[in-house]
């Protein structure tokens, strides 16, 4: 690289940061680290009645909490508005751009007549090379123009994409542009060249729905004489069958996916290989991904969004973690997790010791935080212990005789210890010709509510003595 790269991410706060806009990020903020450069956010708020302060709020908590960082502050695309407007007329002093006075109604005429024809929608130029004797009886009749680009009428317009390769559009099929609406303000498409071109953009990674724009853009670029940025522009996500994506495929907001348990490192790992790949490589540290991105190994069919991939590669960062991480995550979350205020209103450093020493268990059973949440409630669940169904057929159906057994020998157990409580129960099973698991299921509904557990030993030693016992004593009294 000749010069530093500069990276954006361009997101419009309409809603919430979407999860194709985290994968569009992630790209940005890795190419970025990858050739040393950085990467900007500029919050492209021009649609004045659908952008909303919560949806700028939104875009910034998410990509904070998948870990993406960005260089300086936010650029807001609404404050630059003078300065779009001074490129625009700029262009029109130049002669490379021009006042249109067309109408509403010849707009739609035009539209009407392009479909009966069987044409795509163009407008036709008609005030491209007007006398000026027209554009002053269109103005002195009150007519307000607005602004379009003179833009190229033969040849073609070719994008040397970095994914999607050498794209050529005919430029017969690109009408001119408008800059500069009747109102005077700024349109999408010049706001977008000249915030670009201002920032020192050098390169635009974006959404594959943007490739007509970019012919467009660099009709603009070329006008004002200025260079063109890289493109790349990527494949949209579809979901698992290969449709659209939609909500029931995964289409959330990135701060849906904090609540349904996932880690922002686990995630940033699936988004990563959504599209890109390195050989067979699934799993990368932080610092192997942004070693190995670059935009040629990004494929050009859509990728397609799948939970279950997700769940797993989340269960792997899981059980990856040190016991005392994977703790302080789950606690941080509790804000955003279904019955996470349960454990932060009993929290104190009791139940936080239980929690540590029963991590190593409850992380094997768990491919979520929430999935871990869960499997944690019975460290803190008040007393009587509430049975699921099957717990409560397990004891109904003679597990209770083993507990009523049991209970006097644990009761006089010298040290309290997953070893030692093992030792009772294997002794007791063989006294009386059961099988271990059918002493041991019984026990683990009357601590846990539960037939599935961390090792029931081992619970029993996080719950300590005094709690392990009340809890046999509940479900063995008469």
């Known amino acids: 690289m000749t010069e530093p790269v500069v990276t954006r991410f361009a997101p419009s706060p309409t809603g919430f940061l979407h999860i194709g806009g985290g994968r569009t990020a992630l790209f940005n903020w890795l190419y970025a680290r990858r ?9 492209e708020d021009t649609d004045r009645e659908r952008s909303t302060e919560p949806a700028i709020a939104a875009i910034i908590d998410g990509l904070q909490w998948l870990g993406l960082d960005w260089e300086g502050e936010p650029i807001f695309q ?22 249109c006075f067309a109408t509403a109604q010849e707009l739609t005429d035009m539209r009407e007549l392009a479909r009966s024809e069987k044409r795509p929608p163009r407008y036709d130029g008609r005030w491209r090379d007007r006398p000026a004797a027209d554009i002053e009886a269109a103005r002195a009749a009150g007519l ?3 602004i379009r680009l003179k833009a190229p009428q033969d040849g073609e317009t070719i994008v040397e994409d970095r994914v999607q390769g050498r794209v ?12 500069l609406r009747s109102d005077g303000t700024p349109t999408y498409m010049l706001a977008v060249v000249v ?13 594959d729905d943007h490739l007509t724009n970019a012919a467009r853009q660099t009709h603009i ?16 996500i579809h979901g698992s069958d290969g449709a659209k994506l939609s909500k029931r495929h995964g289409a959330l907001g990135v701060d849906a996916y904090r609540a349904l348990g996932y880690l922002p490192a686990a995630l940033r790992n699936y988004l990563v290989r959504l599209g890109w790949s390195a050989g067979d490589k699934e799993t990368f540290t932080t610092e192997e991904m942004i070693d190995a991105f670059d935009l040629p190994q990004i494929g050009r069919s859509p990728a397609r969004f799948d939970f279950a991939k997700l769940e797993n590669i989340n269960g792997l960062y899981m059980r990856a973690m040190p016991d005392a991480d994977l703790l302080a995550a ?3 979350t509790l ?7 349960a454990l932060a209103a009993k929290l104190d450093d009791g139940l936080r010791a239980k929690l540590l020493a029963a991590m190593p268990g409850l992380k094997e059973r768990a491919k979520t935080l929430v999935e871990l949440l869960d499997g944690a409630r019975y460290l803190y669940a008040d007393r009587p212990l509430p049975l699921e169904p099957k717990a409560k057929e397990l004891l109904d159906g003679g597990g209770r005789a083993h507990l009523v057994a049991l209970l006097p020998r644990l009761e006089a157990l010298g040290d309290w210890n997953a070893a030692a409580s093992e030792s009772v129960v294997r002794a007791y099973s063989e006294e009386v010709g059961a099988k271990l698991g059918s002493v041991a299921q019984p026990l683990r509904a009357a601590l846990t509510g539960r037939t599935t557990s961390p090792g029931v030993f081992d619970v029993l030693e996080t719950l300590g003595r005094e709690e392990s016992l009340a809890r046999l004593r509940d479900q063995t009294k008469d």
């Open 168 to 179: 050529v559009f005919p430029n017969k099929d690109l009408d001119d542009t408008v800059l």
């Open 78 to 99: 609404f404050a630059r508005a003078a300065r779009h407007a001074e490129v625009a007329r700029q262009m029109l002093a130049e002669g490379k751009a021009y006042e």
């Open 330 to 332: 789950l606690l941080d």
């Open 35 to 43: 050739f040393g450069g950085k990467m900007l956010l500029r919050i």
């Open 195 to 207: 915030d670009d071109h201002d920032m020192d953009v050098t390169h635009i990674v974006r959404g």
């Open 221 to 236: 670029y070329q006008a004002m004489g200025w260079r063109v940025p890289v493109m790349a522009h990527i494949p949209l």
């Open 144 to 146: 307000k123009p607005v």
């Open 335 to 341: 804000p955003h997790l279904e019955h996470g205020a």
